[in-house]
C-alpha cells in the first residue's frame, strides 16, 4: 500500500537521536533551544516556541493571546478537529466561514461573520496551499482582529518568496509522524511577539521560573506540553531536509497535474505561481455524478494499493459540535466532504510509483463513470 502521506527518515536522522539517548540530557537540555533558532531562521520568524504536539501548541497559543469565555473565531470546517477543540476548550465559540474548492477558507466571506464578539481569524493553509494572507491581514487589521494560521500542513510553503511561519500574527506547527517534517509527535507556535514567546515557555513547562540556587517560582498556571530531546535531534535533522521533501513532494504533483490537466471527472488544487505550496496533501475533487460512487471508488483504490485518504468531515458534522453548536451546513464545506479525496503524494514516492497511482486511479475513476448520477 502507497499510503497518501508518510515519513522518511535515513540514517543520518537515527544517527541524531542515537546521538542525544547516550548524551545527559534527554530532556530539557540545549536541542530544543537549536531546533527553535533552526525554525526561526528557516521561517523568518523571531520566535519558535516547541511544543509536544501542534494540539498542546494550538492551545498554548490560544491561551496566551488571551482568547476566552464567548469570544467568537472565525474558523474553517476543513481542518483536523485539533485547530477548533483548543478555542472550545478556552470556552469561545466557533464561527464557520465557509471554504473555496481548494479548500481554503473563503476570505470574501470573512467580513460578514464578524461581530463585536469577534476576536480571532484561524486559518488551514489546507494540503499546504497558503491562504490568502495579504486580503485576511487587511480585514483582521481593519477590525482589530487576530490572524492565527494553522499551518500543520504547510512549513516549507511561501508567498513571493515569504515562508508560512511569517506572515500571520501565530502559526503553528505540527510534527507528527506524516506531517511536513517529523518528531513522531510535535509542534511549535512560531511569533514575532516577544510577550507571547515568553508567556508561552512559562505556558509550556508549569509557568514555573528558576530563581537561584534551588528557589523557583510559578508565576503562571501551566502545563508540561515540553518536546524531548529526542524528538528536537530529530526534528533539526528533517528541518535540514526539509526543501528537498518538498520539491520531491512537488514534481509529484507536478507530474499528476500533467496526467490529469485534461479530466473532466475531477478537479485539482491549483497552486498560483508566486506561491509554493507544502504538499502535504494532493486531493482531488469528484465532480458531482461521482459522489455516491465515492465508497466504492475509495474501496477499490485501497484494494489496489493506493492508500487514500479524505480531508476531511466539516468539524460541525461531529457529534460533539452537534451537540453543543446546534445542526450546520455550509454548501461548499459539505460538498467538498462528498467530493474530496487524497491520493499518495509524499517524498518517500518514486517516479514509478507516481505513474502507478495516476494509472490506477484514472483507470478505477472511468470504470465509475458510467454508473450514471446519484438520483
Ligand atoms: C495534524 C493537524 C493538527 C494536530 O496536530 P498534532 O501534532 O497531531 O497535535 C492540527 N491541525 C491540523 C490542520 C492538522 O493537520
Excluded at 540514517?11 to 541524531?16: G, L, N
Amino acid at each position: 500500500m502507497i499510503p497518501y502521506s508518510t515519513q522518511l527518515i535515513e540514517q543520518d536522522d537515527i544517527d541524531a537521536v542515537v546521538e542525544v539517548l547516550k548524551s545527559p540530557f534527554l530532556t530539557q537540555g540545549a536541542k530544543v533551544e537549536e531546533f527553535e533558532k533552526a525554525l526561526c531562521s528557516y521561517t523568518g520568524s523571531k520566535h519558535a516556541v516547541v511544543f509536544n504536539s501542534a494540539t498542546s501548541a494550538l492551545l498554548g497559543a490560544y491561551t496566551v493571546c488571551e482568547i476566552k469565555k464567548d469570544d467568537e473565531i472565525i474558523t474553517t470546517p476543513i481542518s483536523f478537529v485539533a485547530t477548533s477543540n483548543m478555542f472550545i476548550s478556552l470556552g469561545a465559540k466557533p464561527i464557520w466561514c465557509d471554504i473555496k474548492l481548494d479548500g481554503n477558507m473563503d476570505e470574501r466571506l470573512l467580513e460578514k461573520l464578524i461581530t463585536p464578539r469577534t476576536k480571532a481569524i484561524v486559518g488551514v493553509d489546507f494540503a499546504g496551499k497558503p491562504l490568502e494572507f495579504s486580503k485576511i491581514r487587511e480585514i483582521a487589521n481593519k477590525h482589530n482582529l487576530l490572524f492565527i494560521d494553522d499551518a500543520s500542513h504547510a512549513l516549507g510553503s511561501s508567498v513571493e518568496g515569504q515562508k508560512v511561519g511569517s506572515l500571520s500574527d501565530m502559526t503553528i506547527l505540527s510534527f507528527h509522524a506524516i506531517k511536513p517534517i517529523t518528531t513522531g509527535e510535535g509542534g511549535a507556535v512560531l511569533t514575532d511577539s516577544d510577550e507571547w514567546a515568553a508567556k508561552l515557555r512559562l505556558f509550556r513547562s508549569h509557568g514555573m521560573v528558576k530563581k537561584e540556587l534551588w528557589s523557583s517560582d510559578m508565576v503562571s498556571l501551566g502545563h508540561n506540553f515540553r518536546l524531548t530531546e529526542i524528538a528536537a535531534a530529530l526534528g533539526i535533522s528533517q528541518l535540514k531536509k526539509l526543501d528537498s521533501f518538498v520539491k520531491t513532494r512537488n514534481e509529484i504533483a507536478a507530474y499528476y497535474d500533467e496526467r490529469f490537466k485534461d479530466e473532466k471527472l475531477f478537479i485539482t488544487q491549483k497552486i498560483p505561481s508566486n506561491t509554493l505550496s507544502a504538499r502535504h496533501l494532493y486531493p482531488i475533487i469528484l465532480n458531482s455524478e461521482l459522489q455516491c460512487a465515492k465508497e466504492d471508488i475509495f474501496k477499490e483504490l485501497q484494494a489496489r494499493g493506493l492508500g487514500v485518504q479524505v480531508h476531511y468531515k466539516p468539524i460541525y458534522q461531529n457529534s460533539f459540535y452537534k451537540e453543543h453548536f446546534g445542526d450546520i451546513s455550509l454548501q461548499v464545506a459539505d460538498d467538498f466532504y462528498k467530493s474530496e479525496i487524497s491520493i499518495p503524494c509524499h517524498q518517500k514516492m518514486t517516479q514509478e510509483d507516481a505513474s502507478f497511482v495516476a494509472d490506477t486511479f484514472l483507470e478505477v475513476l472511468g470504470k465509475y463513470s458510467h454508473r450514471g448520477s446519484c438520483f
